[in-house]
């Protein structure tokens, strides 16, 4: 279960950020990711964010319409993923989700590979969604 908080209305260069509480098993190693969504539109890759494998633990990746300004971290302690979202544009506003595909059995460097906000469909477990608004 993915339990996605912290959206609102900001306006134009602030500030938001938005938390996701993961309840899935025992699972050690995973890939997270945030995604949005605007009405009418296909759902697009945010960031992503590799968690708890032998290597690149903690590597992150994110779309170049995010670069720069957004910022996806961990808590392992809380099993919570985070977005940081800074100098927000009109053009964030959309419904943000977040996902997570989980690893388990020996560890091989693909997995590290696989994960990316850009592998929409290999993510099985998504959260509800929360919604981000960012006026003029």
């Known amino acids: 279960q993915l339990v996605e908080s912290g959206g609102g209305s900001v306006q134009a260069g602030g500030s938001l950020r938005l938390s996701c509480a993961a309840s899935?098993?025992?699972?050690?190693?995973?890939?997270m990711a945030w995604f949005r969504q605007i009405p009418g539109k296909e759902r697009e890759g945010v960031a992503s964010i590799y968690i708890g494998g032998v290597l690149g633990d903690g590597s992150t990746s994110y779309a170049d319409s995010v670069k720069g300004r957004f910022t996806i971290s961990q808590d392992n302690a809380k099993n919570t993923v985070y977005l940081q979202m800074n100098s927000l544009k009109p053009e964030d506003t959309a419904m943000y989700y977040c996902a997570a595909l989980l690893s388990a059995g020996r560890w091989d460097v693909s997995e590290l590979r696989a994960c990316s906000w850009q592998r929409e469909s290999d993510f099985r477990y998504w959260g509800q969604g929360t919604q981000v608004t960012v006026s003029s």
């Open positions: 899935v098993g025992t699972y050690s190693r995973k890939c």
